[in-house]
């Protein structure tokens, strides 16, 4: 299958600094990446959908201003989380997709806010 | 709003035997995609099997198949002859929309411990 390679895979940040997730499609085209969050044994949250050379179409209750989603090229998109706090803390995966077919995941970044 | 239920929180199933893992979904959308995608402790997503709406039979994946019933809006996956390495966590999830607009969501997961 595609792959999708999404770094870093661990980051721990101070409170009140920025942190950016990178997500790479490396042998397709991701015309459409999602961003979801992970809490501990629970299902994927949708936060936003990404289409390429667009601006990222965010989930309800999902702030825009704090989780800046950029998807510049067909193989990168990149999640920044600003201002983190402590509740910020969780498991962040994106997956990518090329076209309408199904979506490959990156190993996702667990993000500790300290 | 498209919404996926999961409603089996844990299941176990024998070394060699047969589980079913069953995941509902409600829509009102003709056109979509199914798939259930498997998450081991490494929380890698890894897609097992996926069922276009439009095809009435099943698919089937060596061990993996499901049991789709359109009118119903059911899903399941059955494993077969399960395997130590199948133990993680199982995902249903439902794609929607056009071209590059889909949505992609997920059930709330359903973990599945193989007993040697």
């Known amino acids: 299958g595609a792959v999708v390679s999404q770094h870093p895979s661990r980051v721990i940040c ?6 950016k997730i990178e997500c790479r499609s490396l042998d397709f085209q991701a015309t459409t990446m999602f961003w979801y969050r992970q809490f501990p044994k629970k299902s994927l949250m949708l936060m936003a959908t990404s289409n390429e050379g667009s601006k990222a179409t965010y989930e309800q209750g999902v702030e825009k201003d704090k989780f800046l989603i950029n998807h510049a090229s067909l193989t990168l998109s990149t999640l920044t989380v600003t201002s983190a706090h402590p509740e910020d803390s969780s498991f962040y995966i994106c997956s990518a997709r090329e076209g309408w077919t199904e979506a490959f995941f990156g190993q996702g970044t667990r993000l500790t806010v300290v | 709003a498209q919404t996926v239920t999961q409603s089996q929180p844990e299941m176990s199933v024998q070394e060699a035997e047969t589980v079913t893992l069953s995941c509902t979904y409600d829509t009102s959308e003709s056109d979509y995609y199914l798939f259930w995608y498997k998450q081991p402790p ?3 997503m890894i897609l097992v099997i996926r069922q276009e709406a439009y095809k009435q039979q099943n698919a ?9 019933q359109k009118a119903a809006k059911s899903f399941s996956l059955k494993i077969s002859d399960s395997q130590l390495g199948d133990a993680a966590m199982y995902f249903c999830a439902y794609q929607y929309g056009s071209g590059n607009t889909g949505k992609l969501i997920f059930g709330q997961g359903t973990t599945l411990q193989v007993k040697p």
């Open chain 2, 60 to 68: 089937t994946e060596n061990r993996f198949s499901v049991n789709f």
């Open chain 2, 42 to 44: 490494s929380r890698q």
């Open chain 1, 14 to 19: 101070k409170s009140g600094t920025s942190v």
